[in-house]
């Protein structure tokens, strides 16, 4: 058995030859005709398109042979695609000791004259398409060019073969994926579905609990206020001072508690509301919070500037939740005999994210306070964390955590910077 090349090679060219799931396949018109072409080209009795397979030629297109394969160890073609670069032709195999033995030279087809041209793919003979005759001869160089064309049309039908395998293979892959995916969008919306339900449910629940918060809870809390109040002003001779100091600890407590239960009613409508985008002056909405809060900033001679309005898509009430906290904030913990001074400005800028590149409303919100620790920057907005010294034991702890609640509602970022006893800088950007 004639192999002429080091088994690894070959085992390379086989796994090439066989990516064109070419082998058995039915006759085409396309490859006979090019047969046909060739013989009558160069006038000779047989042309194959030859393809060597591991123990056998197997021909795709066969003229003039009568059989549809032959043993390789008597192949011309098996010598052909050792020089995959060059066309291999015996003008007298009788004469040629590589042939002259050969059973196919000294019997039927008594093949005399041999002229193939490699069939290559990715630097591998995959076989030949030939010409025999059983007689001596040579080609012109017309024909032997012929026969190059030729053998270039063979491989392109060859490659448009496999094109179109590896295109239904992809075809058939992206169906299956289609259906699984087709499965799985389903599934995922089923998902989706009931979560919706359990969502719902849980809104309901929560505006149900809103309810009893902002009435049940806080009625109660009115009434201790109210008899708290009435008992100190009308009872105040029969009290002792400790029994004084009793109620009035009882009514700070309850009006403590009062605050705590708007506050987190507040922060959970942050979320269940329904969210509705406006464009708003900021310059209104500041007007607005400093007209609710001008008895507390007249009170410690307090001062809010705007420097700077820009017009701003945004939740309309929540923004104005976000600076009413913010003032308020400020002037709770503002320095002991030292007039609070709150400086606001808005300007376009870009990302604080350096990854990208969208527009944002920077609003700074500057203070003089009391200030805090700068290591606490990020943990002042959890809920419940409190700006708090000795000298200031105010607030609910969930002032921050709303404001940030609702920049996030907004795609936005804050970032808060401090100096203890000097005051904070908050920044806020919220998209263009």
């Known amino acids: ?187 995922r919306f089923a998902e989706i579905e009931q979560k919706n339900i359990l969502l719902e449910k849980a809104n309901e629940e929560l505006q149900a609990f809103n ?61 269940i509301d329904k969210q509705t985008f406006d464009v708003v002056s900021l310059q209104s909405i500041v007007n607005e919070v400093v007209h609710d809060l001008q008895d507390d900033i007249d009170a410690k001679n307090g001062v809010v500037t705007l420097i700077n309005s820009e017009d701003i898509c945004a939740i309309t009430f929540q923004l104005r939740q976000v600076i009413f906290n913010l003032i308020s904030n400020s002037l709770k913990f503002s320095r002991s005999n030292v007039p609070p001074v709150i400086t606001i400005n808005c300007k376009v800028s870009s990302s604080p994210d350096v990854t990208s590149d969208k527009q944002y409303h920077l609003i700074t919100f500057k203070d003089n306070g009391v200030g805090f620790d700068n290591k606490y920057r990020k943990k002042i907005f959890d809920l419940f964390q409190r700006l708090e010294t000795e000298e200031h034991q105010t607030g609910t702890g969930i002032g921050l955590a709303i404001v940030k609640k609702i920049i996030d509602n907004h795609k936005g970022y804050i970032i808060a910077d401090s100096i203890l006893n000097e005051g904070t800088v908050f920044k806020i950007y919220l998209p263009v």
Not at 227 to 254: P, V
């Open 1 to 187: 058995m004639i192999y002429g090349q080091a088994p690894d090679i070959e085992q390379k060219r086989l796994k090439e030859l066989r990516s064109y799931d070419i082998l058995d396949s039915l006759s085409e018109k396309d490859y006979d005709d090019i047969t046909v072409l060739a013989s009558t080209i160069c006038d000779t009795p047989i042309a194959l398109v030859s393809l060597v397979d591991k123990d056998r030629q197997w021909f795709k297109a066969n003229r003039g042979l009568g059989v549809p394969e032959t043993h390789r160890q008597h192949s011309f073609c098996s010598h052909a695609i050792l020089n995959p670069t060059e066309p291999f032709i015996v003008t007298d195999s009788r004469l040629d000791d590589r042939f002259k033995d050969n059973p196919y030279v000294t019997g039927n087809p008594n093949i005399v004259f041999y002229a193939g041209i490699p069939l290559v793919s990715n630097g591998q003979g995959l076989g030949s398409f030939c010409i025999i005759d059983n007689k001596p001869r040579e080609l012109t160089q017309k024909q032997l060019d012929a026969l190059k064309i030729l053998a270039g049309q063979v491989m392109n039908l060859l490659e448009l073969r496999k094109s179109n395998i590896e295109l239904n293979l992809k075809k058939e892959v992206l169906e299956i994926k289609t259906k699984n995916l087709d499965a799985i969008i389903a599934e």
């Open 211 to 271: 309810y009893i918060s902002s009435h049940d809870l806080q009625e109660p809390l009115r009434k201790i206020q109210t008899f708290t109040s009435l008992i100190t002003e009308r009872e105040a001779k029969n009290l002792s001072d400790a029994g004084k100091e009793y109620f009035a600890k009882i009514g700070k407590a309850s009006s403590r508690m009062s605050h705590l239960i708007k506050d987190l009613l507040a922060y959970s409508r942050t979320t």
